[in-house]
């Protein structure tokens, strides 16, 4: 199988996309010529024309409104929005409009769209153009919420979200636009709630998502030279979320740890951790862990940012903990 | 009165389409001061001239967007009393199976996209719609109605700069009642409207909207021209809205004279006016007006009774339609 990059991936899945369906089209920032300042639609445009690759003014509500508009009415427009962190530009346009319109109309209109952005720490861009806010969106009932963590899994959801009826959001690591991965040439889909057991264990389940699958797969790697065998799962999509593999995984583990890039607080992890507090207790040997982003602003400077993110040193010592007892009774 | 439509038919079908229009809003006062109603619901008598002119200028395949004040538009396009009754009662058989209630009736097999709840929270979706049309190559326009409340929002600023600068089929519709919620438009409002869009580069005109024929004149040209591509325009259109912001906004002497509400519905009222007209042109004397009336009024009596004893949703509905359905074989590799 060929390696290409994840940039490449996401390219591939809206060119196939595109011309498989002539009611989809791209409207955002620079996405034609320019191709968006991560380059991911290069070439995009000399192929579909600026009618289907449209560049818009830097109006995120407007062109946000104008794409839930244009897929009331019979389009599938793919937004692009530059930086996640604008999701709170057009929050009205997605969660008061998009995610509802299908339930509002008692299910006589939806709104086949995709919102492409990205999340991410650690490339030094500080408070505003750094944040993983995909925790904000999963809260909404009506949006779906994919988290590719490789070339692989961008380009099966991206074709999946696209033929998908209703509003689909997918945060792209945008520091991980040039790892490469091995991608099938031949035309596949991932389909949505299906986790990915990324590497079988026994002794410890470690839950990632988007970028904090490497991670998790890195302490995995870490904790086996010390004999200590981890499961890692990917959820791949957050909505719908594919309770069941991870509930299995902790009642045979009996140890979790969830490893995720938004903030700790009222995040993913929290979530996914009372899931399984719920449903798989009386198989549980410790507490389920949360491992989310500090709870504060990205900062700026590198001494300060690199310590905002869970690393693999540190879902090893915390799994560590674990296996020894030491959590247990934590506060 | 301007003359637009030529044709006796048309004339007498406005008429109807505006009585109705009070009528509606008649009965859902009453079905809230009487306490059956859940909730609350913004009345549109006293602009039925606005929808019904705009509205007859246009196809079921054109598009309108609406807002909480939204009754009148619904009933324009083409809506049912019995459908609309039981929305507003958040019956089973309502627009929306009674999950979107007054601010959210659609009905998108006459073009109506839905009201919207959020003040200006339908223009990006009616420029959308434009665009849509543009891109498919069809003919449709799409009408974006809001009031002069809405202008102060932010998102009218950036969806007029992009209809202008793509030449979209979108007619931007302003319902100047003199009133943002319980505040004189005068107070929120620095300069003209029409300016506004002006300022995008977009033709912009202002019309009496009690006048259902001015109207209606004036959208059937701006309609045609925006099918040329022509488009967008920008309608301000004049008029009063004759309850409060909502049906529970009674005493509203602090920001609303009442003197000032009786000149409007004495001498302004855009139904009793053209029904004068039709008197004078010979096209319909007052008794048959009245039977009309009278009509209308039994077909809205029978549409209550019918909604106020239809059964509501079953508790099985509560979690349905939150997604779509995707038909699972497109997607599958090769479909």
């Given at each position: 199988m060929r390696n290409i990059t994840l940039s490449q991936a996401v390219n591939e899945a809206l060119a196939e996309e595109m011309r498989r369906?002539?009611?989809?089209?791209?409207?955002?920032?620079?996405?034609?010529?320019a191709g968006t300042p991560f380059k991911v639609l290069s070439g995009l445009v000399e192929e579909?024309?600026?009618?289907?690759?449209?560049?818009?003014?830097?109006?995120?509500?407007?062109?946000?409104?104008?794409?839930?508009?244009?897929?009331?009415?019979?389009?599938?427009?793919?937004?692009?929005?530059?930086f996640g962190d604008f999701i709170f530009l057009i929050m009205d346009q997605l969660c008061n409009q998009a995610a509802k319109a299908y339930y509002m109309s008692g299910g006589k209109l939806n709104v086949p769209l995709v919102l492409r952005t990205n999340l991410g720490a650690t490339r030094r861009s500080a408070a505003q153009h750094s944040q993983s806010l995909h925790a904000l969106v999963?809260?909404?009932?009506?949006?779906?919420?994919?988290?590719?963590?490789?070339?692989?899994?961008?380009?099966?959801?991206?074709?999946?979200?696209?033929?998908?009826?209703?509003?689909?959001?997918?945060?792209?690591?945008?520091l991980m636009y040039n790892d490469k991965a091995p991608v099938p040439k031949e035309e596949f889909l991932i389909p949505f709630g299906e986790a990915n057991i990324?590497?079988?264990?026994?002794?410890?389940?470690?839950?990632?998502?988007?970028?904090?699958?490497?991670?998790?797969?890195?302490?995995?790697?870490?904790?086996?030279?010390?004999?200590?065998?981890?499961e890692v799962i990917d959820p791949r999509t957050i909505v719908p979320l594919d309770e069941q593999t991870l509930i299995e995984s902790a009642k045979k583990t009996s140890r979790v740890i969830v490893v995720d890039e938004g903030h700790q607080s009222f995040g993913i992890t929290g979530e996914i951790a009372g899931r399984i507090n719920e449903k798989a207790f009386y198989h549980l040997d410790a507490p389920v862990l949360r491992m989310g982003a500090m709870d504060v602003p990205v900062p700026f400077s590198p001494a300060l940012e690199d310590i905002t993110v869970p690393t693999p040193e540190g879902v090893v010592q915390n799994a560590r903990k674990l296996m020894s007892g030491e959590m247990i009774h934590a506060a | 009165m301007a003359k637009a439509k030529t044709n006796t038919e048309d004339y007498l079908r406005m008429y109807r389409q505006m009585v109705r229009i009070r009528v509606f809003e008649d009965n859902a006062n009453q079905l809230y001061l009487s306490a059956k109603m859940p909730g609350l619901t913004h009345m549109y008598s006293g602009e039925e001239a606005v929808a019904v002119g705009i509205c007859e200028a246009l196809t079921d395949s054109d598009r309108i967007t609406s807002t909480h004040r939204g009754h009148g538009h619904c009933v324009a396009k083409g809506a049912d009393f019995k459908q609309m009754f039981c929305e507003l009662l958040g019956k089973e058989e309502g627009y929306c199976r009674g999950k979107g209630g007054s601010m959210h009736i659609a009905d998108q097999s006459h073009g109506n996209l839905g009201a919207n709840a959020i003040v200006g929270g339908s223009m990006g979706i009616a420029t959308g719609s434009a665009l849509r049309a543009k891109l498919q190559g069809s003919d449709d326009v799409s009408v974006c109605f809001f009031g002069d409340g809405a202008t102060a929002q932010g998102l009218l600023y950036e969806v007029m700069n992009m209809a202008s600068l793509w030449k979209l089929p979108v007619i931007y519709a302003c319902e100047n009642n003199g009133y943002s919620e319980y505040t004189k438009t005068e107070e929120i409002a620095a300069g003209s409207i029409p300016a506004r869009a002006e300022a995008f580069g977009i033709e912009s005109f202002t019309v009496d909207g009690q006048d259902v024929l001015a109207v209606n004149e004036l959208t059937e040209r701006l309609v045609a021209r925006a099918r040329k591509g022509e488009g967008p325009f920008f309608v301000e259109l004049m008029t009063y809205r004759y309850h409060g912001h909502h049906v529970g906004d009674i005493n509203r002497d602090y920001y609303r004279a009442k003197e000032e509400e009786t000149i409007w519905k004495e001498s302004r009222d855009p139904i009793v006016n053209f029904g004068k007209w039709l008197a004078e042109e010979g096209i319909a004397n007052a008794?048959?007006?009245?039977?009309?009336?009278?009509?209308?009024?039994a077909d809205a009596k029978a549409a209550v009774d019918y909604a106020l004893s239809a059964k509501y949703p079953d508790e099985s509905e509560v979690d349905m339609h939150v997604f779509a359905p995707t038909d699972p074989a497109t997607l599958r590799p090769g479909a």
């Amino acid at each position: 199988m060929r390696n290409i990059t994840l940039s490449q991936a996401v390219n591939e899945a809206l060119a196939e996309e595109m011309r498989r369906d002539p009611t989809t089209f791209i409207i955002g920032e620079d996405v034609a010529e320019a191709g968006t300042p991560f380059k991911v639609l290069s070439g995009l445009v000399e192929e579909f024309g600026t009618e289907r690759v449209i560049d818009t003014p830097i109006a995120e509500p407007g062109f946000m409104g104008l794409a839930v508009g244009a897929a009331l009415t019979g389009s599938r427009p793919i937004v692009d929005l530059m930086f996640g962190d604008f999701i709170f530009l057009i929050m009205d346009q997605l969660c008061n409009q998009a995610a509802k319109a299908y339930y509002m109309s008692g299910g006589k209109l939806n709104v086949p769209l995709v919102l492409r952005t990205n999340l991410g720490a650690t490339r030094r861009s500080a408070a505003q153009h750094s944040q993983s806010l995909h925790a904000l969106v999963a809260h909404i009932p009506g949006l779906k919420v994919a988290l590719p963590s490789s070339a692989y899994e961008a380009k099966g959801l991206m074709k999946t979200a696209i033929r998908d009826n209703n509003p689909v959001v997918i945060f792209e690591d945008k520091l991980m636009y040039n790892d490469k991965a091995p991608v099938p040439k031949e035309e596949f889909l991932i389909p949505f709630g299906e986790a990915n057991i990324k590497r079988a264990g026994t002794d410890i389940t470690l839950i990632g998502t988007s970028s904090m699958v490497q991670v998790c797969e890195k302490a995995a790697e870490m904790l086996e030279a010390e004999g200590i065998s981890a499961e890692v799962i990917d959820p791949r999509t957050i909505v719908p979320l594919d309770e069941q593999t991870l509930i299995e995984s902790a009642k045979k583990t009996s140890r979790v740890i969830v490893v995720d890039e938004g903030h700790q607080s009222f995040g993913i992890t929290g979530e996914i951790a009372g899931r399984i507090n719920e449903k798989a207790f009386y198989h549980l040997d410790a507490p389920v862990l949360r491992m989310g982003a500090m709870d504060v602003p990205v900062p700026f400077s590198p001494a300060l940012e690199d310590i905002t993110v869970p690393t693999p040193e540190g879902v090893v010592q915390n799994a560590r903990k674990l296996m020894s007892g030491e959590m247990i009774h934590a506060a | 009165m301007a003359k637009a439509k030529t044709n006796t038919e048309d004339y007498l079908r406005m008429y109807r389409q505006m009585v109705r229009i009070r009528v509606f809003e008649d009965n859902a006062n009453q079905l809230y001061l009487s306490a059956k109603m859940p909730g609350l619901t913004h009345m549109y008598s006293g602009e039925e001239a606005v929808a019904v002119g705009i509205c007859e200028a246009l196809t079921d395949s054109d598009r309108i967007t609406s807002t909480h004040r939204g009754h009148g538009h619904c009933v324009a396009k083409g809506a049912d009393f019995k459908q609309m009754f039981c929305e507003l009662l958040g019956k089973e058989e309502g627009y929306c199976r009674g999950k979107g209630g007054s601010m959210h009736i659609a009905d998108q097999s006459h073009g109506n996209l839905g009201a919207n709840a959020i003040v200006g929270g339908s223009m990006g979706i009616a420029t959308g719609s434009a665009l849509r049309a543009k891109l498919q190559g069809s003919d449709d326009v799409s009408v974006c109605f809001f009031g002069d409340g809405a202008t102060a929002q932010g998102l009218l600023y950036e969806v007029m700069n992009m209809a202008s600068l793509w030449k979209l089929p979108v007619i931007y519709a302003c319902e100047n009642n003199g009133y943002s919620e319980y505040t004189k438009t005068e107070e929120i409002a620095a300069g003209s409207i029409p300016a506004r869009a002006e300022a995008f580069g977009i033709e912009s005109f202002t019309v009496d909207g009690q006048d259902v024929l001015a109207v209606n004149e004036l959208t059937e040209r701006l309609v045609a021209r925006a099918r040329k591509g022509e488009g967008p325009f920008f309608v301000e259109l004049m008029t009063y809205r004759y309850h409060g912001h909502h049906v529970g906004d009674i005493n509203r002497d602090y920001y609303r004279a009442k003197e000032e509400e009786t000149i409007w519905k004495e001498s302004r009222d855009p139904i009793v006016n053209f029904g004068k007209w039709l008197a004078e042109e010979g096209i319909a004397n007052a008794e048959d007006l009245q039977a009309m009336e009278d009509e209308i009024r039994a077909d809205a009596k029978a549409a209550v009774d019918y909604a106020l004893s239809a059964k509501y949703p079953d508790e099985s509905e509560v979690d349905m339609h939150v997604f779509a359905p995707t038909d699972p074989a497109t997607l599958r590799p090769g479909a």
